[in-house]
């Protein structure tokens, strides 16, 4: 999907780190990681610029958080596997027109939700 993250907000949990941990190799130094324990604070304070925000963290915050972020619009394929929460090491995408700090519960998008078997 050539995605590269400008900013990764990592969750301070281990399984967390060690996710991403195995991303970098394939990122390489380019995005800013910042690791939170309070993470999801983190969103409420997204910069304007911020274009590509990836985000690490564990069930069943993540699955629930993505419902709350992906519009009505959205494929119901999609959200019914956000509905059944994610697997380890998914990786849901979400579009917008809009800055990540300006969006509102149901305004993104839902793009993809991709499990590792997915890249088998």
């Known amino acids: 999907m050539k995605l590269l993250p400008d900013r990764v907000a990592c969750s301070g949990a281990v399984r967390a ?3 991403l941990e195995r991303m970098l190799k394939v990122f390489g130094d380019h995005p800013k990681v910042e690791y939170r324990q309070a993470l999801y ?7 304007d610029k911020t274009r590509v925000l ?6 069943p915050t993540v699955s629930v958080s993505c419902q709350w972020l992906a519009s009505s619009d959205s494929d119901m394929v999609k959200l019914d596997l956000l509905n059944l929460g994610m ?6 995408v979400f579009g917008s027109d809009q800055p990540f ?8 998008e839902l793009l993809a939700v991709l ?3 997915d890249f088998d």
């Open 115 to 117: 499990s590792p078997k």
């Open 54 to 59: 990836m985000v690490l963290g564990h069930e």
């Open 17 to 19: 780190r060690q996710t």
């Open 87 to 92: 697997s380890t090491a998914s990786v849901v």
């Open 41 to 47: 604070d983190e969103l409420a304070n997204a910069k």
């Open 101 to 108: 700090s300006r969006w509102q519960v149901h305004d993104a």
